[in-house]
């Protein structure tokens, strides 16, 4: 079982909140990742990591911002929540190997 | 621009049948390929990871085979069970993770 952990798994928060989505591994994985999953929609990268102050964006353009000051954990920020950032978003780490594992994701509802 | 196109989209069988998901790629030039499964609502379990230099992978009832020069990879599920009704995504890399793209994935449903 992977042990990637996200908090919260599900969010209800009004426009133009400031939320932070959390993302923590004990794998000891290097490479970070945040997607985000509209229903029944394929996963798109919005941000990476290849390790400790390191952070790139990825295909997705976003609103939001990540940070990666300890290797376990990769929170994602949204400085102002909308409707349109409703959505799942879910964290990934790879390892050595290159084998991915998710966290369960957070379900986020913006009203 | 990699592309990764899943066919069929939905697909429902009776318990016991053997199946085939399709995952096709268009640039061939890949680091990997994993195939995952995804429960509604909640995030993606991997279920078999194949290297570019590998043809196949096995794990229990479900092996997973790739075919870099055609870009195509299958996924065989043998007798199907209707706990694995669920969303699988197939997603490939070209370097080492840095670009994971996914499909759209096939949507799995075991009638009992």
């Known amino acids: 079982e992977a042990d990637i952990y996200q908090t919260p798994r599900y969010l209800v928060i009004g426009t133009g909140k400031k939320i932070t989505l959390e993302c923590s591994q004990t794998?000891?994985?290097?490479?970070m990742y945040w997607y985000q999953q509209d229903p029944g929609m394929e996963l798109h990268l919005i941000h990476y990591?290849?390790?400790?102050?390191?952070?790139e964006k990825g295909d997705l353009s976003s609103e939001s911002t990540v940070s990666r000051i300890r290797t376990e954990h990769f929170p994602l920020t949204l400085e102002s929540a909308r409707p349109s950032h409703t959505s799942q978003y879910l964290c990934?780490?790879?390892?050595?190997?290159?084998?991915?594992?998710f966290g369960q994701g957070t379900r986020l509802t913006v009203v | 621009k990699q592309e990764v196109t899943q066919i069929p989209a939905a697909l429902s069988v009776p318990e016991g049948e053997n199946l085939v998901l399709n995952c096709s790629f268009t640039?061939?030039?890949?680091?990997?390929l994993q195939w995952f499964r995804q429960d509604p609502g909640k995030g993606l379990t991997s279920l078999l990871l194949?290297?570019?230099?590998?043809r196949e992978q096995t794990s229990g009832r479900l092996n997973a085979s790739l075919d870099k020069s055609s870009g195509r990879s299958t996924l065989y599920i043998a007798a199907s069970q209707p706990g694995d009704s669920a969303t699988y995504l197939c997603?490939?890399?070209?370097?080492?993770?840095?670009?994971?793209?996914f499909g759209a994935g096939t949507r799995l449903t075991v009638k009992p």
């Open positions: 990591s290849y390790g400790v102050n390191s952070t």
């Open positions: 640039d061939s030039a890949i680091y990997n």
């Open positions: 990934a780490s790879t390892g050595a190997n290159t084998e991915a594992f």
């Open positions: 194949i290297q570019s230099s590998q």
């Open positions: 997603a490939v890399s070209r370097y080492n993770n840095n670009d994971m793209r």
């Open positions: 794998m000891g994985h290097d490479k």
